[in-house]
């Protein structure tokens, strides 16, 4: 059975769209945090020096961005010379386990219905799932604003980014859409693992930090040029973004909320509390209206457009290059 790369990406998108990421499943995630794990515990135990534990951090790096593209091209490899429809089926699995639009939908509706039944004990229950602020007393307002705010922060680093890559790879014959949407996704757990400016993570992460950093710098971009132009007021998005996404210690996370708040017409940052401390986050967009559950359900609409869009063009440049070979 032949099969091409605009098939993959097209069932892969919809096996996503439609399935997502079963609870009770393995998933690749799940080993890339164990072997993280693993590995810092180790760091910390035999390094104490900023020097030593950033070297230790570059290997892990680019260990586990590589290892993991690499065992995801051998798998695929593998299945295929067992049987063309096994290696189909290897590589949507894989390439599904990257695209994380249902889970991040299922994780806003979660928060939403409790929200909507009126329990907001609840609402912040279910919250504390998805970020990593203190939830216990927040207002319906601010529980609204942390789902706006976690919808459109990964709708960048956990749905476009990792389409990207997979377009990027799909482009490459001999590499194909899995191992790079792979390579992707480990450099964006390390990120979420150990990429933090406190400690004990300083200097061990610094590496993984800044090369979720360099990856996610040019998605990034292009979902504000998509997002910019499904609003029609493209010139507006891009104000707006140049005004208030500098702001954010992250190059990418503050264009992704900016861009969606521009578009939404809401505002999002401001005092979030951690382990009882506060931190002003700036604020990005203008208030124009408050943040409503509208606002959430368009967020998450936004990125399946752009979704949509993505997958649109990349088929059809990879089918018309078929057709010229």
């Known amino acids: 059975m032949?099969?091409?790369?605009?098939?993959?990406?097209?069932?892969?998108?919809?096996?996503?769209?439609?399935?997502?990421?079963?609870?009770?499943?393995?998933?690749?995630?799940?080993?890339?945090?164990?072997?993280?794990?693993?590995?810092?515990?180790?760091?910390?135990?035999?390094?104490?020096?900023?020097?030593?534990?950033?070297?230790?951090?570059?290997?892990?790096?680019?260990?586990?961005v590589l290892g993991i593209g690499l065992a995801g091209w051998l798998m695929v490899t593998v299945a295929k010379s067992v049987h063309p429809v096994v290696g189909l089926a290897t590589e949507l699995i894989l390439l599904a386990s990257c695209f994380a639009g249902r889970s991040l939908r299922d994780a806003?509706?979660?928060?939403?219905?409790?929200?909507q039944a009126g329990d907001l004990a609840r609402s912040r229950s279910r919250l504390s799932r998805y970020v990593g602020r203190d939830t216990e007393n927040i207002s319906v307002?601010?529980?609204?604003?942390?789902?706006?705010?976690?919808?459109?922060?990964?709708?960048?680093?956990?749905?476009?980014?990792?389409?990207?890559?997979?377009?990027?790879?799909?482009?490459?014959p001999?590499?194909?859409?899995?191992?790079?949407?792979?390579?992707?996704?480990?450099?964006?757990?390390?990120?979420?693992?150990?990429?933090?400016?406190?400690?004990p993570y300083t200097h061990l992460g610094w590496f993984s930090a800044?090369?979720?950093?360099?990856?996610?710098?040019?998605?990034?971009?292009?979902?504000?040029?998509?997002?910019?132009?499904?609003?029609?007021?493209?010139?507006?998005?891009?104000q707006i973004c140049w005004r208030d996404a500098p702001k954010d210690l992250s190059p990418n996370s503050g264009w992704s909320e900016a861009a969606y708040a521009a578009a939404l017409g809401v505002q999002?940052?401001?005092?979030?509390?951690?382990?009882?401390?506060?931190?002003?986050?700036?604020?990005?967009?203008?208030?124009?209206?408050?943040?409503?559950?509208n606002h959430i359900f368009a967020a998450l609409r936004l990125t399946r457009q752009c979704f949509v869009i993505w997958l649109v063009i990349a088929v059809s440049a990879l089918w018309l290059g078929a057709q010229l070979d």
């Open 108 to 115: 806003a509706e979660e928060v939403i219905q409790s929200l």
């Open 174 to 199: 001999a590499i194909g859409s899995v191992p790079l949407a792979l390579s992707y996704k480990a450099a964006s757990t390390l990120d979420s693992m150990v990429g933090y400016r406190e400690t």
């Open 268 to 293: 999002v940052g401001g005092t979030n509390w951690y382990g009882g401390v506060a931190k002003q986050k700036p604020l990005l967009g203008d208030a124009n209206e408050a943040i409503a559950l």
């Open 210 to 238: 800044k090369l979720d950093d360099v990856l996610t710098w040019l998605p990034c971009r292009l979902v504000v040029l998509t997002i910019s132009i499904l609003s029609g007021r493209p010139r507006r998005i891009w």
């Open 2 to 64: 032949a099969y091409h790369a605009e098939l993959v990406l097209i069932l892969a998108a919809l096996l996503d769209y439609g399935i997502g990421d079963p609870w009770g499943l393995w998933h690749p995630v799940q080993g890339m945090g164990w072997l993280i794990s693993l590995y810092t515990q180790q760091a910390f135990r035999m390094f104490k020096s900023p020097i030593a534990l950033r070297l230790t951090g570059i290997g892990l790096g680019v260990g586990l």
């Open 141 to 172: 307002p601010e529980v609204l604003r942390a789902v706006l705010e976690t919808v459109t922060e990964n709708a960048t680093d956990g749905v476009m980014a990792p389409l990207f890559y997979a377009i990027v790879g799909a482009m490459i």
